[in-house]
T-cell receptor
Framework: NAGVTQTPKFQVLKTGQSMTLQCAQD?????MSWYRQDPGMGLRLIHY???????DQGEVPNGYNVSRSTTEDFPLRLLSAAPSQTSVYFC?????????????FGDGTRLSIL | QQQVKQSPQSLIVQKGGISIINCAYE??????FPWYQQFPGKGPALLIA???DVSEKKEGRFTISFNKSAKQFSLHIMDSQPGDSATYFC????????????WGAGTKLIIKP
């Protein structure tokens, strides 16, 4: 099992450019989430999905869009990149609906906005 | 608004010593308290977790102590090893928030050989 796969691993963008961060899981998990990780701030939830066709906003959704057309994939789109979006982005998945189901994380995408 | 406060930010412990990381929460509606471990270049991974009706849970060298009345919980790593060097996050979950995690800010632990 590959688990949660994120691509690309690294990306440099210019301000105003758009891009899509890819996330795929092969564990048939219902729940998927996107986080950003910044030094000293832990992980902050951007958007999440509790199943195909269902998405909702997290703590810091501005500047990001998501969609969930399949159970496996949950891409994150940056519409117009800003330097404040420089961060490490993590995608996670879980069975959901159970307290003791752990979130499984990808290895992250390191994004720099110049 | 930080609902889970974690301390210290960083911690250096000698090999064989006890590492202690503390967390405090505000919302009494939290239902579950996991700890995640993150190595450089990797995503976090679940280490150990506890429910609020239990005061202590032990798995190998890792123990969670939970004080419901004080709204505090802590991670103890006994006989700390260099391989334990990582960033540790405490978190809390509420069932009525779609099981989303509320994260502490993290503690960078370094075990000196």
């Amino acid at each position: 099992n590959a688990g949660v796969t994120q691509t690309p691993k690294f990306q440099v963008l210019k301000t105003g450019q758009s891009m899509t961060l890819q996330c795929a899981q092969d564990m048939n998990h219902e729940y998927m989430s996107w986080y950003r990780q910044d030094p000293g701030m832990g992980l902050r939830l951007i958007h999440y999905s509790v199943g195909a066709g269902i998405t909702d906003q997290g703590e810091v959704p501005n500047g990001y869009n998501v969609s969930r057309s399949t159970t496996e994939d949950f891409p994150l789109r940056l519409l117009s990149a800003a330097p404040s979006q420089t961060s490490v982005y993590f995608c996670a998945s879980s069975y959901g609906g159970h307290l003791d189901q752990p979130q499984h994380f990808g290895d992250g995408t390191r994004l720099s906005i110049l | 608004q930080q609902q889970v406060k974690q301390s210290p930010q960083s911690l250096i412990v000698q090999k064989g010593g006890i590492s202690i990381i503390n967390c405090a929460y505000e919302n009494t509606a939290f239902d579950y308290f996991p700890w995640y471990q993150q190595f450089p270049g990797k995503g976090p991974a679940l280490l150990i977790a506890i429910r609020p009706d239990v005061s202590e849970k032990k798995e190998g060298r890792f123990t969670i102590s939970f004080n419901k009345s004080a709204k505090q919980f802590s991670l103890h790593i006994m006989d700390s090893q260099p391989g334990d060097s990582a960033t540790y996050f405490c978190a809390a979950i509420r069932m009525d928030s779609n099981y989303q995690l509320i994260w502490g800010a993290g503690t960078k632990l370094i075990i000196k050989p």
